[in-house]
């Protein structure tokens, strides 16, 4: 049965209807977004889009109808319980005291969509808070401190030398130690990210969206924030065996009750860094804005998260983005991996949530 699980405005609205709604607007953005950032030239000179998909591609191979990075996931959704104590920062409707709709993915970061989950594997959350359209907000987060890159070029130069060397089947170190060389923020980042080892398992992750973004007030005052996520709960241990632990036991908790986490929101300064390999000084204030609550967990499959793309750029009317200019190649290389994966044949995900037992 399709219980109406949420009032939208005094309407009982069902959850097959907001994913229907939802696959059509990532459609739309897909196509939207996309061409915004062509026609701005967002990097220029051999770090095309194109290049960096060839990148992803020929790192973990082409893989029809996936995406071309965090390629293994699983769709969850859900409700966003809003205390409303970011409304004083934000004119956003989602962020006023409430509740919205919730449709997400949990990933591991890479191209390959069969590949053996590792604890020490990027985790990603890409979520959608609220229905389609002006007012949703979507972000895509990842389960590190500050982010391993701050420019287009770097990213591109991080997947060269992380390429497998052909005599190990490892990264070559000395391609890595080259690339460190010529980015010292990167390195920095590195030693940040080292002091953040991984949480046993996906419920237990904190998620942070890395980049900077402005939120903006009835008043037109504009706050640079950052957001993360805080779990509220303990993870279950991971299966020692399998190449599915990490979302085996997710899925084991799923099915057994609720997970949720708080949504903290940075307030920064105007002195505070853009560079997402940054870190914001420890003392910025923080207001809790509410709580994601996820209590369903679905297999990929058509009209749920799986044809959803979570474009860093997707804002609701309230949010902006900061001059980083990650945000803008994320968003153009979104819209190609999207482009391409929803114009080719699917396989199965090799997370398959019916195999698994409760
Ligand atoms: C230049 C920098 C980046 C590039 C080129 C890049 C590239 C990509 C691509 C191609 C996808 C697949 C998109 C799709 O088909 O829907 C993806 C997904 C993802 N990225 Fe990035 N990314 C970048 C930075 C980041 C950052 C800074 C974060 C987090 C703070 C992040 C988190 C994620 C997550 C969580 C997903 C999976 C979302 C989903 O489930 O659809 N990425 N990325």
Do not use: C
Request: neutral net charge.
């Amino acid at each position: 049965m399709d219980q109406p699980p949420f009032t939208w405005r005094g309407t009982p609205v069902s959850r097959r209807a907001l994913l229907a709604g939802a696959g059509a607007v990532a459609a739309f953005l897909a196509v939207d977004l996309g061409a915004v950032a062509y026609a701005n030239n967002w990097m220029g000179g051999r770090f095309t889009r194109q290049a960096i998909i060839d990148r992803f591609q020929a790192l973990s191979g082409v893989h029809p109808g996936f995406r071309r990075n965090h390629a293994k996931g699983v769709a969850v959704s859900g409700r966003f319980e809003s205390t409303g104590a970011a409304a004083e920062l934000t004119v956003a409707t989602v962020l006023a005291a409430g509740v919205s709709p919730v449709v997400g993915r949990f990933s591991l970061g890479g191209g390959n969509p069969t590949v053996a989950d590792t604890p020490g594997a990027v985790r990603g959350f890409g979520v959608a808070i609220g229905f389609p359209g002006r007012d949703q907000w979507r972000s895509a987060m990842i389960n590190l401190p500050v982010f391993p890159v701050n420019s287009p070029e770097a990213f591109y130069d991080q997947l060269l030398a992380s390429a497998p060397d052909p005599a190990t089947g490892k990264p070559d170190p000395a391609a890595m130690a080259a690339f460190l060389a010529k980015y010292p923020a990167s390195k920095a980042a590195t030693a940040v990210i080292k002091q953040h080892p991984p949480t046993p398992g996906f419920a237990d992750s904190p998620f942070g969206g890395l980049n900077t973004f402005h939120f903006v007030d009835d008043s037109g005052v504009r706050t640079p924030v950052r957001w993360m996520l805080v779990p509220r709960q303990q993870a279950r241990p991971p299966a020692a065996t399998g190449p599915n632990g990490l979302f085996d036991a997710l899925i084991q908790q799923v099915k057994a009750g609720p997970v949720a986490w708080d949504l903290r929101v940075v307030v920064g300064t105007d002195q505070d860094p853009v560079d997402p390999t940054l870190p914001w000084p420890a003392d910025r204030r923080a207001v809790t804005a509410g709580t994601l609550v996820l209590d369903t967990i679905e297999t990929e499959s058509p009209g749920n998260a799986r044809d959803l793309n979570f474009d860093p750029l997707a804002l609701p009317h309230g949010m902006e983005p900061s001059d980083d200019p990650i945000l803008g190649a994320r968003s153009a290389v979104y819209a190609e991996s999207y482009r391409l994966r929803t114009g080719e044949p699917k396989s199965p995900s090799a997370v398959q949530v019916d195999e698994v037992a409760s």
